[in-house]
């Protein structure tokens, strides 16, 4: 599929199942291969991926709601713990660290970077997993939840949570997408 057409057909679902159209090692595959393949910058390979998947991701979701002390609504949380799996988005502060030790001239840069090839690999995912029929949303919970998953994970203190995005089966498709006035954000200059 053409990326423009995944682009495309990817949209936010929050209403999904545990029941994937694939094989869940399909889908393990997927966001393997594809983190290996998404750029960044000095090829300082910063994004680290998790995924919860059947109890975990029951866990997961749960804590999430716990550490929120019931502010969010407990339907939202319930929505995401649906899903089959959530892919935690990360990146390593340890590399963006060395790399800034290394090349001095650009420390400034380097979490920004960092950042930058996560939101790629995010897109990449995302659309990917579309193209296999799976939905998913992008969730940014953290930092309020980012001790509470860390610790029921044993995940490195040097991992800092970018994003989290719960995927499942499509129950039910999204409204249409709204037409924009593209040329407020595009300009070419001749």
């Known amino acids: 599929m053409s990326i423009i057409k995944s682009l495309n ?3 936010t679902y929050y209403a999904i199942n545990k029941q994937l159209p ?3 090692e399909q889908v393990i595959e997927l966001i393997k291969k594809t983190t ?3 750029p ?11 995924v919860a998947l059947g109890e975990k991701q029951n866990q997961l979701w749960d804590t999430i709601y716990d550490v929120f002390e019931g502010k969010v609504a407990k339907e939202k949380i319930e929505s995401f713990r649906s899903g089959a799996g959530t892919i935690l988005y990360y990146y390593d502060q340890s590399v963006i660290q060395e790399m800034q030790s290394k090349f001095p001239l650009y420390a400034d840069n380097f979490p920004i970077w960092a950042s930058q090839a ?3 690999l995010q897109i990449s995912i995302w659309s990917a997993l579309r193209d296999l029929e799976i939905g998913a949303s992008l969730q940014h919970y953290n930092p309020i939840i980012d001790q509470a998953v860390r610790k029921l994970f044993n995940l490195p203190e040097y991992y800092v949570l970018v994003a989290q995005m719960p995927f499942g089966g ?4 999204p409204g249409e997408k709204a037409v924009e006035d593209i040329s407020k ?4 200059i001749r």
């Open 9 to 11: 057909k990817r949209r």
């Open 22 to 24: 694939v094989k869940e």
């Open 36 to 38: 290996e393949l998404v």
């Open 40 to 50: 960044d910058a000095f090829d300082m390979k910063s994004s680290r991926v998790v």
């Open 118 to 120: 996560s939101g790629m």
């Open 170 to 173: 499509i129950i039910d498709e």
């Open 185 to 188: 954000r595009v300009q070419i």
